[in-house]
């Protein structure tokens, strides 16, 4: 049974920091893909980073270039996002997934996996 686990959301100044972790058991941690999306009320889920669990190359999302980092464990199977110079509009839902199906990477549609997510509130 796959599992992902987020943690290490909460509420922070803007300009703050937070790092957000993600505990993945279930599944072949060299599967390819991992990512991190987010979810702002009333707006569509969005691919925040990527990372390919064997070689790295990690993409990010033009909006969170240069303030987001996300890196992975693979001795932990834990896949993490260290966010800096937080913003109230980066407000959201966070959510780790696994499973690539192909595709664009931040799309939904290309990964099987999701945890229950994590809130991120940034206030100005």
């Known amino acids: 049974q796959v599992e992902l686990v987020e943690s290490g959301g909460g509420s922070v100044q803007s300009g703050g920091s937070l790092r957000l972790s993600c505990a993945a058991s279930?599944?072949?941690?060299?599967?390819?893909?991992m990512a991190w999306f987010r979810q702002a009320p009333g707006k569509e889920r969005e691919g925040v980073a990527t990372i390919h669990t064997a070689i790295g190359s990690p993409y990010y999302a033009d909006s969170v270039k240069g303030r987001f980092t996300i890196s992975l464990d693979n001795a932990k199977n834990t896949l993490y996002l260290q966010m800096g110079g937080l913003k109230p509009e980066d407000t959201a839902v966070y959510y780790c997934a696994a499973g690539f199906n192909g595709g664009r990477w931040d799309s939904p549609a290309a990964f099987r996996y999701w945890g229950q997510g994590t809130q991120v509130t940034v206030s100005s």
């Open positions: 279930g599944i072949n941690f060299s599967d390819r893909r």
